[in-house]
């Protein structure tokens, strides 16, 4: 998978600034090559999620949260499940671990993984944007003949503060993913590894990406969601109702994979790729998989999220984890389904459907193909 | 970030925990065998409604943790 980590140079220099400094802006429009044509086909043809009406699964807002979100005050939004503070203090917190290294195993695949769907496309990104970097997970796996310049961003400065050092030339902007401090039409490429399911306006979010690419410039992000988490969900529901009568979110809600091409589309990105990776980590108990979300600053900060669990509530929800999910050996398995997105901003050169009623075979001779028509013969 | 507060005293407790829990395996398979029980049956869940088997199982982790404080 990480056929791409050589040795690393240290011309990588990350210069951490408070203050927004827009890229440069190059005029160059990449030169099309027929093999970066082919591999965005083959892209395409397996991006295959129907439609559906729904916009996004984290509209479900509980009527508590409409007042949280009149308090907040935050005009303009037309969500607010989360609270973007308290995930900055929660990050913060993580970064200044002693042993936060220890907490990055997640992050680190999944950004090998975001730096695998890098590699695909076959083309030099001159400069590139990383939404929501952590310690600079994708970037560790990235060339520079790929990537020749990089913008990293994250909410937490002291998470900048510690980004790995890799051979690209980097510049470090603490900027929130919901407001995207640079110019339009800036970037070649976007990524993002697993930040982006702590938005509160994800449709606004895709948009802002959308607009800081430069027109054929692909975005591309992995994020939890589907059933992340569903062990610990379920048990703590679980655990809560038969102790306490009743059991209120402790997991925070995801955007479902059906969303999520609609989404995109709905951003204005089109060739879409959506796929879900679903990785399992298994833990020796209940008590290890929530501090280890902790360490990663992953704690739920939803508005609608209850501050205090009950230590009996506790004990039972370990003992219904075990006797649910844990497997003979003791340990109990938490799943983190991974969304993958790819999208292009719409460009004159990009492949697209032919027109309606231009083709001149049925759908109905599907099953004859292989058979020599008797057409041919005569 | 020195000597002893409430946090680190509770983050302490909270470090035993794993090896408490692990003593009462028997009463905590009890206990979750009657919760997991409900989700496949007719039964649905109501409160208290495994209170013997977590009676049971909480007996046994508090006193695993007097055991372990001496």
């Known amino acids: ?378 | 970030m020195s000597g002893t507060n409430v946090w680190t005293r509770s983050r302490e407790r909270m470090r035993r925990f794993p090896e408490l829990f692990a003593q009462c395996s028997g009463e905590a398979a009890a206990y979750g065998k009657c919760v997991t029980a409900t989700t496949t049956g007719i039964q649905e869940l109501r409160k208290d409604l495994c209170g013997k088997e977590f009676d049971a199982l909480k007996t046994c982790f508090v006193t695993a943790a007097k055991k372990g404080v001496k």
């Open chain 1, 1 to 378: 998978m990480n056929n791409a980590i050589g040795s690393r140079f240290l011309n990588g220099s990350c210069v951490c600034r408070r203050v927004l400094k827009i890229g440069s802006v190059r005029l160059l429009v990449p030169q099309q090559h027929d093999a970066a044509h082919l591999q965005r086909n083959v892209m395409t043809a397996h991006s295959t999620f129907p439609p559906v009406k729904e916009l996004s699964s984290k509209i479900r807002c509980s009527q508590w949260t409409e007042i949280q979100r009149q308090l907040s005050g935050r005009a303009g939004g037309t969500m607010n499940v989360f609270d973007r503070t308290m995930k900055r203090r929660q990050k913060k917190w993580a970064a200044s671990l002693q042993d936060s290294d220890k907490y990055d195993y997640l992050r680190d695949e999944v950004g090998s993984r975001v730096a695998d769907r890098v590699y695909d496309i076959a083309r030099t990104f001159p400069l590139a944007l990383d939404i929501g970097c952590g310690k600079s997970h994708i970037a560790e796996h990235l060339h520079k003949e790929v990537v020749e310049q990089l913008f990293l961003t994250d909410i937490s400065e002291k998470s900048l503060r510690n980004t790995r050092e890799s051979e690209i030339p980097t510049r470090c902007v603490m900027a929130d993913e919901e407001f995207l401090p640079f110019k339009e039409n800036t970037f070649d490429l976007v990524v993002s590894s697993l930040s982006l399911h702590w938005i509160n306006d994800l449709p606004g979010a895709l948009r802002q990406i959308n607009q800081v690419l430069k027109p054929d410039g692909v975005f591309i992000g992995a994020m939890v969601g589907g059933e992340t988490l569903y062990e610990l969900r379920c048990s703590l529901q679980l655990a809560e109702l038969e102790r306490e009568g009743g059991f209120s979110p402790h997991v925070s809600p995801y955007t479902a994979v059906t969303d999520l091409g609609n989404l995109l589309g709905q951003a204005g990105f089109s060739m879409l790729t959506v796929d879900i990776d679903e990785i399992q980590v298994h833990y020796p108990g209940i008590l290890e998989v929530m501090s280890d979300l902790q360490g990663m600053g992953e704690s739920n900060c939803a508005w609608n999220r209850k501050s205090m669990l009950h230590r009996d509530t506790i004990l039972a929800a370990a003992a219904i984890y075990q006797e649910m999910y844990g497997s003979e050996n003791r340990s109990v398995p938490a799943t983190f389904e991974i969304l993958y997105m790819i999208g292009w901003k719409p460009h004159d050169s990009q492949a697209k459907p032919a027109k309606r009623g231009s083709a001149n075979v049925s759908f109905g001779d599907l099953s004859k193909i292989g058979q020599p028509s008797t057409k041919d013969k005569s």
